[in-house]
């Protein structure tokens, strides 16, 4: 693990080396290719009440989803897309898989949805629930009483639709919410973090009972896909901020990482996540805190995964759970975390990929 010490002598190149090696985390696997059914029917649904609207894994395969003046139904679109439009939709429950574009919601009511997209908008809702993975930030405009939590689901093959989206599972920024008609009325608020898919949705194994099993819903916790954030929330509680970074081509040891966090460091919570790029400037300034060892110059020959975690004594507790990592830099104090979680998730926010 990446410890404080003087960079004294190290040298920066003027620019970040392309490293072809380094792939994003939805990029790392290769799947073979599919193909879109041409029945147009399958890509829509309109006029229901009262029914189950699904589609399974391997249906769509990256297609445009519509639906229309559904109410009080059960809609589950269990595959990856290009986008999903969501109009005049009544007391629904709804699941979107990965939208590699937008998911857009317009003139709907009381619905409660699950939904992961590269954008998120809505437009003319009112008394809506949802738990949301979104690469940028959620707009909502002309809506009131929207509740968002961080998306919570799993099923075999989401990390794959995840990867076929190109969507990072570790930039989900759901609680970074702009609302563009915002006039000092609170029109959003954030679910309570205890909520859960299940508290809003039926169970996948429920509805589409021959494609999802109930042991396989439950996922005892060695799969999760999208990491639970805590996002903009007000902090649970005293504490100190810390900061991991881990180095290029490290996503298996983030992921064990964060396993290891949710069973055995409750007292821990993860605040914010994020895959990207920094330049040579950007690397300095989040490391100007302390001084840099050499492994620190790794931080610019690809993504990055920066990690940040609230708690008492977060820095003592990660920098143990981490101490036979080589890949990673831990914030040595609770002033640098903070400076550094600042820096990565708020300061850069506009200036980062992902």
């Avoid at 009511?109 to 908008?121: D, E, L, M, S, T």
């Avoid at 900061?243 to 993860?270: D, I, M």
Wanted: some cysteine; hydrophobic content about 30%.
């Amino acid at each position: 693990m990446g410890n404080c010490c003087s960079d004294k002598g190290l040298k920066w190149p003027k620019e970040a080396p392309q490293m072809p090696e380094h792939k994003w985390s939805w990029g790392r696997k290769k799947y073979p290719p599919v193909h879109q059914t041409k029945d147009p029917e399958v890509y829509r649904a309109e006029n229901k009440e009262n029914e189950k609207i699904t589609r399974k894994p391997r249906s769509l395969n990256g297609g445009q989803m519509q639906l229309e003046s559904c109410k009080n139904c059960d809609i589950y679109i269990c595959d990856y897309l290009d986008s999903a439009i969501l109009d005049t939709c009544l007391d629904c429950r709804i699941y979107i898989g990965p939208c590699q574009s937008s998911c857009y919601i317009r003139n709907s009511k009381r619905c409660k949805i699950v939904a992961a997209c590269g954008q998120f908008r809505m437009r003319d809702c009112k008394d809506m629930q949802m738990l949301v993975y979104c690469a940028s930030k959620p707009v909502i405009e002309s809506s009131k009483h929207i509740e968002f939590g961080c998306f919570d689901l799993f099923y075999f093959n989401l990390q794959e639709q995840f990867d076929r989206a190109e969507l990072s599972v570790f930039n989900n920024k759901w609680s970074d919410v702009y609302d563009y008609t915002g006039s000092g009325v609170a029109n959003y608020s954030y679910l309570e973090p205890c909520i859960k898919a299940k508290d809003l949705i039926p169970a996948l194994s429920e509805v589409m009972p021959d494609d999802f099993t109930e042991h396989e819903e439950g996922n005892p916790g060695k799969d999760i896909v999208v990491p639970l954030t805590w996002g903009e929330r007000p902090l649970p509680c005293a504490g100190e901020a810390c900061c991991a970074v881990f180095h290029p081509s490290s996503v298996e040891a983030c992921n064990s990482f964060l396993q290891h966090l949710a069973k055995e460091e409750s007292n821990l919570v993860v605040t914010h996540m994020r895959e990207t790029r920094m330049d040579v400037g950007q690397a300095k300034e989040l490391f100007s805190h302390c001084d840099l060892e050499e492994s620190m110059l790794r931080c610019i020959e690809g993504p990055i995964i920066g990690v940040g975690i609230f708690g008492v004594n977060a820095c003592h507790v990660v920098t143990q759970a981490l101490a036979n990592a080589t890949n990673v830099f831990v914030s040595p104090s609770g002033e640098t975390g903070k400076f550094m979680c600042d820096t990565l998730f708020h300061q850069f926010k506009g200036s980062l990929d992902g």
